[in-house]
């Protein structure tokens, strides 16, 4: 039976089965090989096919799903039929599931995909950490579910429990891709509490309790985030440190990486460049052991930004050199699933930022523009940021026409997101822009501006 609106698309979540949603969407895209069809297919795309956000895939999907299940219908995978999907709704939803083209490493085949139990117990957690709809209900459903249901843990952590700290990650990470980290911080912050009351409580298996250590410093980094890009830069500090202590405690080199990635970008955010290359360099020694490429070139990317913060332009040079080459290296099994953000839109982003801490802000225009160009439209949050970053380096490269086009791009996308952080990159672009608000259009841009 095809899903209502806003709700979990449970058929599809079952023939994931124990797959991770990066392993499932590796199998989607070789499945789409198999059929001629290229989709972008990524952790995320799954998380939002799951959480009933997407009603009905495009057209490659579709074909690509029914080539992946024989003889199931739209309706047996859990989507509405297209008739029905109409509208504004409908164009919203199709933008969404459009895949852009890029290459991938194959991976085996589907076969079967058992459904994993789960207890009545376990499925009040659930609810609790899912969020649907608008990013005000999701961040409210995020709390006020959990503020009603903390006392209801069980004695002991099962794999049911595991699965819901992990499903938490992934509905925080999809809102901030659509909406910003505003709305989300402080609502986020009760699922990261339950998240470590369940690790307290213990758990019914060793294999269980290291995904609960996983699943709960992953959570933490995650709300790192929403604090890091709405401003809180001391919740966000404490937010990783915990991270990095839950991956000390387990022994998780996966998770120790990402946090000390994670505090290399806060280091130079809050400008303390030497800081930000030792995390990003202690972050390069835990994932030396993980077989992901991909890794170490975003590790090399923070180290980069540290050094170009510190005007050290040769150190720079050299970390973008290996960031460049093991991104060359392409996909790998190993790369983690919070990684799906990291492809080439990303690293020309993070490209830009070194050149333009470095003073070259034409060269550091181009790649924002390339970074723009290059994300996918749905990600909203990481299109209006890449535009704010194109229209400081125009503004400060001697463009102020263009910077104030791309301004007015961000004002337009920030309708949908909300971010401190994109927000005050704009405010310091209108700075640099008011002695040309003569031109027509800067004039237009800046007035748009202060009424925003």
């Known amino acids: 039976m095809a899903t209502s609106p806003h709700s979990p698309n449970t058929p599809f979540r079952r023939l994931r089965g124990q797959h991770s949603p990066a392993e499932f969407a590796a199998l989607v895209r070789r499945a789409a090989k198999e059929i001629g069809e290229t989709v972008s297919c990524d952790a995320r795309y799954i998380g939002r096919v799951e959480s009933g956000e997407i009603r009905c895939p495009n057209y490659a999907y579709e074909r690509v799903f029914l080539h992946m299940f024989p003889g199931r219908t739209l309706a047996d995978l859990g989507f509405s039929p297209r008739e029905t999907v109409r509208g504004r709704l409908a164009q919203r939803e199709q933008a969404a599931s459009f895949s852009a083209f890029a290459p991938h490493h194959p991976h085996p085949h589907p076969t079967g995909f058992p459904a994993p139990s789960r207890s009545k117990e376990s499925d009040v957690l659930r609810r609790a950490f899912m969020a649907g709809g608008s990013a005000t209900v999701a961040a409210a459903t995020l709390s006020l579910t959990l503020l009603g249901d903390t006392r209801r843990l069980p004695s002991r ?54 995904r609960l250590h996983a699943g709960a410093g992953e959570l933490a980094i995650s709300v790192g985030w929403l604090a890091h890009d709405s401003g809180r830069f001391d919740d966000a500090r404490s937010h990783y440190a915990e991270a990095l202590a839950t991956a000390r405690v387990s022994g998780d080199a996966g998770l120790e990486a990402h946090a000390f990635s994670n505090m290399a ?92 801490a470095l003073g070259e802000h034409a060269r550091a225009a ?32 001697g463009a102020p026409d263009e910077a104030a086009w791309a301004g007015g791009r961000v004002l337009e996308l920030l309708e949908e997101v909300q971010s401190t952080r994109i927000q005050s990159m704009l405010a310091a672009t209108a700075r640099t822009l008011v002695p040309h608000q003569r031109s027509p259009r800067v004039g237009s841009f800046l007035a748009r501006h202060a009424s925003a």
């Open 265 to 356: 970008f806060l280091a130079r955010d809050c400008g303390r460049p030497r800081e930000s290359v030792r995390a990003a360099q202690a972050g390069r020694r835990a994932a030396r052991s993980l077989g992901s490429p991909r890794l170490l070139s975003l590790l090399a990317l923070r180290e980069a930004g540290g050094w170009a913060g510190l005007s050290d332009r040769k150190a720079c040079e050299e970390a973008l050199t290996r960031a460049h080459t093991e991104f060359s290296r392409g996909e790998a099994g190993a790369d983690p699933e919070w990684m799906s953000f990291f492809g080439e839109a990303e690293l020309e982003s993070l490209e830009s930022r070194c050149w333009a």
């Open 366 to 397: 181009r790649h924002a523009r390339r970074a723009a160009d290059l994300q996918d439209p749905h990600f909203a949050r990481n299109v209006a940021l890449y535009t704010a970053e194109l229209a400081d380096n125009l503004a400060h490269a």
């Open 157 to 210: 952590a099962g794999e049911s429990e595991a699965a819901a700290v992990e499903d938490a990650v992934r509905q925080i990470r999809l809102l901030d891709d659509r909406h910003g980290a505003d709305a989300l911080y402080r609502r986020a912050a009760e699922p990261l509490r339950t998240a470590y009351a369940l690790l307290d409580a213990g758990a019914t298996r060793q294999s269980t309790e290291d």
